[in-house]
């Protein structure tokens, strides 16, 4: 019932940022945690962040904190993945997750996101 549709992917430089955006339909957004994870050929799917349902409370993989940024609009049902000093590594599809197992607590588990977006990607040339 609840839909979510990434945007904002692309390729750019090592050194430069992008902004991806992840829009809800069907259900409030307000009443679900959200999670980044991205996942690059042959490799398995890796947390990045993690956000409450208010946006009082983030959570982020230790590599990526300092350069990614997790925001939210519950008005405008978005949350947003802010991505800086991006480097090759950071290459990968992105997905957002609606974690909808009505706990309160941030989690860095896939299993807990039953929601998933179709993925938007990330490519960084060096």
């Known amino acids: 019932q609840l839909q979510l549709v990434e945007s904002g992917g692309g390729l750019v430089q090592a050194g430069g940022s992008l902004r991806l955006s992840c829009v809800a339909s069907?259900?409030?957004?307000?009443?679900?945690?959200m999670g980044w994870f991205r996942q690059a050929p042959g490799k398995e799917r890796e947390f990045v962040a993690a956000?409450?349902?208010?946006?009082?409370?983030?959570d982020y993989a230790d590599p990526l904190k300092g350069r990614f940024t997790t925001a939210r609009d519950n008005a405008k049902n978005t949350v947003y993945l802010q991505m800086n000093s991006l480097k090759p590594e950071d290459t990968a599809l992105y997905y957002c997750?609606?974690?909808?197992?009505?706990?309160?607590?941030?989690?860095?588990?896939?299993?807990?996101?039953?929601?998933w977006g179709q993925g938007t990607q990330v490519t960084v040339s060096s």
């Open positions: 997750a609606a974690d909808n197992s009505y706990l309160s607590r941030l989690s860095r588990l896939e299993a807990r996101y039953g929601d």
């Open positions: 956000i409450s349902w208010s946006g009082g409370t983030t």
């Open positions: 069907g259900r409030p957004l307000s009443t679900y945690n």
